[in-house]
T-cell receptor, first 113, second 113 residues
Framework: AQSVTQLGSHVSVSEGALVLLRCNYS??????LFWYVQYPNQGLQLLLK??????LVKGINGFEAEFKKSETSFHLTKPSAHMSDAAEYFC???????????FGTGTSLTVIP | ETGVTQTPRHLVMGMTNKKSLKCEQH?????MYWYKQSAKKPLELMFV???????ENNSVPSRFSPECPNSSHLFLHLHTLQPEDSALYLC????????????FGPGTRLTVT
């Protein structure tokens, strides 16, 4: 079975600073990888998705993620944090077949003015 | 309405009540999901429906009973719940099972008293 590890349950950055949220997965085959964002009292919103077309994936709100097979990582970055980026971020992995969608435990991002 | 909608958004029920959560997707998807999100715990997949057929039931107690009358609607019937069932219940849909991004509704915040 797949698993997803998000290092750091809480990350704080200053407004305008680089955002880096880490995600590692376990998989013996190339997976589908996703990042979601959840604002308070809302559902999860898809930020971006990796499907093997390109290793660097650009998403909404200025976020991007890079797939590194050698490191089994899919870290999320944004060059300059904005106050509105404060939210919970979830990494997820899915297999090509079957129904399973594995979520990480989430990283809460705080942006300090 | 667009995307995935859920009603009600908030629900308070006693342990002896019977209530239902409703989910509707307007995306033309063929797979629908119920998740439970509790504080400080990973997202838990409860049920998966594909083309109106239940294909996954992750050892969920029988006090939770799903129903999928058609590919656009999903219900979660609740009866004799426990306080530990208090959580945010999220509905999601995807084009098909496996490898496809899931789109989430805003969730129902359930409190069992």
């Amino acid at each position: 079975a797949q698993s997803v590890t998000q290092l750091g349950s809480h990350v704080s950055v200053s407004e305008g600073a680089l955002v880096l949220l880490r995600c590692n997965y376990s998989s013996s085959v190339p997976p589908y990888l996703f990042w979601y964002v959840q604002y308070p009292n809302q559902g999860l919103q898809l930020l971006l998705k990796y499907t093997s077309a390109a290793t660097l994936v650009k998403g909404i709100n200025g976020f991007e993620a890079e797939f590194k097979k050698s490191e089994t990582s899919f870290h999320l970055t944004k060059p300059s944090a904005h106050m509105s980026d404060a939210a919970e971020y979830f990494c997820a992995v899915s297999e090509d077949t079957g129904n399973q969608f594995y979520f990480g435990t989430g990283t809460s991002l705080t942006v300090i003015p | 309405e667009t995307g995935v909608t859920q009603t009600p958004r908030h629900l308070v029920m006693g342990m002896t009540n019977k209530k239902s959560l409703k989910c509707e997707q307007h995306l033309g998807h063929n797979a629908m999901y119920w998740y439970k999100q509790s504080a400080k715990k990973p997202l838990e997949l409860m049920f998966v429906y594909s083309l109106e057929e239940r294909v996954e039931n992750n050892s969920v107690p029988s006090r939770f009973s799903p129903e999928c009358p058609n590919s656009s609607h999903l219900f979660l019937h609740l009866h004799t719940l426990q306080p530990e069932d208090s959580a945010l219940y999220l509905c999601a849909s995807s084009q098909r099972q496996g490898g496809y991004e899931q789109y989430f509704g805003p969730g129902t915040r359930l409190t069992v008293t």
